[in-house]
T-cell receptor
């Protein structure tokens, strides 16, 4: 158990819909990362937050957005969903300091039908 | 920017045989290097990391990796694999002045009896 929690574990929804994925980082970790993992594109970095502020952006679509709240939990919002958005979405958190290892949650499996 | 190339997408090996998973990286600045393992239906888990010091790094489950700066490589090795080592392995690199990691495409290790 990494200490990072993600809800829900599975999500099935239809094209055009909007969903919200939730992540709680390890206690004390200020950084949260979101990743998308699919069979054809591998593990793709989406976005990073640090203590409530956006720090880095990766291959995140405009239809996707994220935020980190004062209690440090983070939400990833996916809208106007397409079949190609079906994937595993991981959240990871990182301890403060000079060591950059990340601790991954169990993921949310999103299926768009 | 950093990039990571995992040279083998799939590595089949028999139980109790040695294995090497190859990782090359590219970066114009100093880096930290990581190997993560992903078991089926789970998130990524840190195997080992290189931050500084000795170039031979030991991790969990009997794995080790060697940092070779001149060849910009960070290959993962295990002298004798078990069936339970069957998983996907990801090499990752972070610039020492940034918190974002770049992941390779992954190597699927399949250990056969």
């Amino acid at each position: 158990d990494s200490g990072v929690t993600q809800t829900p574990k599975h999500l099935i929804t239809a094209t055009g819909q909007r969903v919200t994925l939730r992540c709680s980082p390890r206690s004390g970790d200020l950084s949260v990362y979101w990743y998308q993992q699919s069979l054809d594109q591998g593990l793709q970095f989406l976005i990073q937050y640090y203590n409530g502020e956006e720090r880095a952006k990766g291959n995140i679509l405009e239809r996707f957005s994220a935020q980190q709240f004062p209690d440090l939990h983070s939400e990833l919002n996916l809208s106007s969903l397409e079949l190609g958005d079906s994937a595993l979405y991981f959240c990871a958190s990182r301890p403060s300091g000079d060591s950059y290892e990340q601790y991954f949650g169990p993921g949310t499996r999103l299926t768009v039908t | 920017a950093q990039s990571v190339t995992q040279l083998d997408s799939q590595v089949p090996v028999f139980e109790e045989a040695p294995v090497e998973l190859r990782c090359n990286y590219s970066s114009s600045v100093s880096v930290y290097l990581f190997w993560y393992v992903q078991y089926p239906n789970q998130g990524l888990q840190l195997l080992l990391k290189y931050l500084s010091g000795s170039t031979l790094v030991k991790g969990i489950n009997g794995f080790e990796a060697e940092f070779n700066k001149s060849q910009t490589s960070f290959h993962l090795r295990k002298p004798s694999v078990h069936i339970s080592d069957t998983a996907e392995y990801f090499c990752a690199v972070s610039a020492t002045n940034a918190g974002k990691s770049t992941f390779g495409d992954g190597t699927t290790l399949t250990v056969k009896p």
